[in-house]
């Protein structure tokens, strides 16, 4: 997700279910930087991320180390 690129106001809303979790936490502002300029003036984002702040767990989900 931080190889892609998209133009400038490309989408009026972006969504994420449990995704930016798996970037590394110093990366989390480049990409959120970059949504809000793929975002169209009063776009929407929603994102779904774990509910504590847990750097460096890895648990398991449906039977998946994440």
Known sequence: M???D???AAFDAVVSIYA???LPRERHRE???RIRRW???G???LFATE???QP???ADWLGAPM
């Open 2 to 4: 931080l190889s892609v």
């Open 6 to 8: 998209f133009h400038d």
């Open 20 to 22: 930016i979790d798996h």
């Open 31 to 33: 990409l959120f930087r």
């Open 39 to 41: 975002l169209r003036p």
């Open 43 to 45: 776009g929407f984002v």
């Open 51 to 53: 509910d504590a702040d």
């Open 56 to 58: 460096g767990v890895v």
